[in-house]
């Protein structure tokens, strides 16, 4: 009997040790709409899922679906997340008009410096003045990509006017409003979008960072490219790394602990040096597909600041129709940048 008892407890303790050592694995499901070979994805999300299985100890694991592989549309992405359909996803914030307001603010025109200083900027945005736009998620980070260019099938935009008659793809509301005050008709798409419409006709050009172009063939459907001089771009747009809230909420202390500590600043920094440095590989790859290239300075760059100056004028005027504080928030959202660029 004695030795029934110490066998006994022996498997007990030996259940005990096999359940601590073995803590059921908690797998989460990633959603995207670029496509595995993606730099968002290849060079961000996969290292960041990476990093949380390691540092877990194999208790957190990240199943990866891109190209919208589980259904629906890019704009449906928020709410899939939010509702649980999938535990995590990475978007552009702007695919949703009229969602996140107040981020709204990063698409302005001639408002962004580099990756770095405005994806630290945009987190710092999210965590205060726009925290009650995304209260309804975990915030892994809001980050944005390095300054956008100008990118037509084949005529160079060296000054306003040549953008006149122009279908020029917008990703954003803000930025095609910006397109079409600069002369262009503006056609709003989703990126996995653009490259069939340039081949169909449907668009003569679009704006991109030259980091996207790889990935969907854009840097040979375009052979001329314009960008701009100065500290500030000619736009950037804010991205969303989120996760389901609840399901961050359902993980043990440990878990938090580790998907806490691959969140929030330290990681929109983090993707901001990863974008800076994605523009000049894709870069390359557009010269050597025979790209024309130019860079707006002196007076053509005036002219087209002086219409990026009306639309952020039109913002503020919405915004402030809409209950918001515009000029606060366009402001603040200038003085964080120049915070992160110190």
Known sequence: MKMFKLVSAGLMLGFGLSGTAFAETVTLKFHSFAPAPASQNSKFVQPWADRIEEQSGGELKVETYYAMQLGGKPPQLVDQVRDGVVDII???????????????????????????????AAQDFAQTIAAEELK??????????????????????????????????????????????????????????????????????????YEIMPSFKLHELTKAHTTVSGKRGLYTTAFLFLMNKAKYESLSDSQKIVIDKNSGMSLAKLAGQLWDGFEGPAFE??????????????????????????????????????????????????????????
Request: hydrophobic share 40%; proline share 7%; glycine share 10%.
């Open 90 to 120: 990475w978007t552009v914030a702007g695919y949703t008009p009229g969602r996140f307001p107040k981020i709204e603010v990063f698409d302005l025109p001639f408002l962004p410096g580099s990756a770095e200083a405005t994806s630290q």
């Open 136 to 209: 309804d998620f975990k915030i892994l980070t809001v980050h944005v990509h390095a300054p956008g260019k100008i990118h037509t099938k084949d005529r160079l935009i060296t000054q306003l006017s040549d953008l006149e008659g122009l279908k020029m793809r917008g990703p954003t509301r803000v930025i095609s409003s910006m397109l079409g005050a600069m002369g262009a008709t503006p056609v709003g798409m989703p990126v996995p979008q653009v490259a069939p419409s340039l081949s169909k006709g449907v668009i003569d050009g679009m704006v991109v960072p």
């Open 285 to 342: 790859m557009a010269k050597k597909a025979g790209g024309e290239f130019h860079s707006l300075s002196g007076e053509q760059l005036a002219a087209f600041q002086s219409v990026g100056e009306k639309v952020v004028t039109d913002w503020i005027a919405k915004a402030n129709s809409n209950g918001m504080d515009g000029a606060v928030i366009v402001q603040t959202a200038r003085d964080l940048i120049l915070k992160y660029e110190n």
